[in-house]
């Protein structure tokens, strides 16, 4: 990707992390960051990447919570209406 479009601002992109499938990317450019999950990409400001780890972060310990306790069988009210 060695296009030199004045038009465009030439991406500089970084990995931060890649794990099984999941590659996190920041441009410092577009100032986004760029959450790869399969063939799926999401764009997210730092702001928005932040609170999207917190949150799965927080679901992520309860789910271990849960699984551990061996109450995930349980159907949640909250859970139940998503699906
Ligand atoms: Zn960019």
Redesign the pocket.
Known sequence: MRSKLKTY?Q???IELAETAGFRVIY?S??Q?VELEVGALSLRLTPEMAQHFANVLMKGSLKLERLTQSGMYQKPMMEAGALH
Request: with cysteine; proline share 0%; net charge neutral.
């Open positions: 601002q991406c500089e992109k441009c450019n577009c986004v």
